[in-house]
């Protein structure tokens, strides 16, 4: 069974303070790693894909790494706009559906 | 580019009756969309995903004579919920694969069904 993992639950972060987020996870035939934001009461915003060990991608202050097992999403000098829900999702499967981890709550202390 | 809207964005229903919730991609052509729901406090799950033209192939567990899913066209996709009972108050999520070859999902920005 395909399982995706975050942690932390939840992390608190002064403003500037960097930090990264774990996602591991065992996704039979990975067909992508997934980093979304979701913000309370909307839909997830998609932030990166990875499809290979080694890969990097950035975008302002975030950047996702991936290996063969886990993926982590750095945070370099978190604003309290940055304050939200990460979450990471493998995808697999012929119709390339995404299974989610269950998110970690990032706030960012003014 | 790569957006998806959601249609209500929130709706009250009384127990019994149905509720449509209509999910569009707005600038490109989505040959597969998903339909998640997201309980308070915790990660999205995964109902069904749909084909433009053919049934929809739901998870386990999701009943699909409860969660009626039709994808008309390459922009539009439908979920209808029969018969609803309070335990179906939830949000509902949809998204919508960029492209054929595509990986990407791009999600609209939900539902939030209250049944009463």
């Known amino acids: 069974e395909d399982q995706v993992t975050q942690s932390p639950e939840a992390l608190r972060l002064q403003e500037g303070e960097s930090s990264s987020l774990n996602c591991s996870y065992t996704?039979?035939?990975?067909?992508?790693l997934f980093w979304y934001r979701q913000d309370p009461g909307k839909g997830p915003e998609f932030l990166f894909t990875l499809y290979s060990a080694g890969e990097e991608k950035e975008k302002e202050r975030l950047k996702a790494t991936l290996t063969k097992k886990e993926s982590f999403l750095h945070i370099t000098a978190p604003k309290p706009e940055d304050s939200a829900t990460y979450l990471c999702?493998?995808?697999?499967?012929?119709?390339?559906?995404?299974?989610f981890g269950s998110g970690t709550q990032l706030t960012v202390l003014p | 580019g790569a957006v998806v809207s959601q249609h209500p964005s929130w709706v009250i229903c009384k127990s019994g009756t149905s509720v449509k919730i209509e999910c569009r991609s707005l600038d490109f052509q989505a040959t597969t969309m998903f339909w998640y729901r997201q309980f308070p406090k915790q990660s999205l799950m995964l109902m069904a995903t749909?084909?433009?033209?053919?049934?929809?192939?739901?998870e386990q567990g999701v009943e699909k004579d409860k969660f009626l899913i039709n994808h008309a066209s390459l922009t539009l996709s439908t979920l209808t919920v029969t018969s609803a009972h309070p335990e179906d108050s939830s949000f509902y999520i949809c998204?919508?694969?960029?492209?054929?070859?595509?990986?990407?999902?791009?999600f609209g920005p939900g539902t939030r069904l209250t049944v009463t």
């Open positions: 749909s084909n433009e033209g053919s049934k929809a192939t739901y």
């Open positions: 999702a493998g995808s697999s499967g012929s119709a390339r559906q995404l299974t």
């Open positions: 998204s919508a694969r960029l492209g054929a070859g595509g990986y990407e999902q791009y």
């Open positions: 996704v039979s035939g990975l067909r992508g």
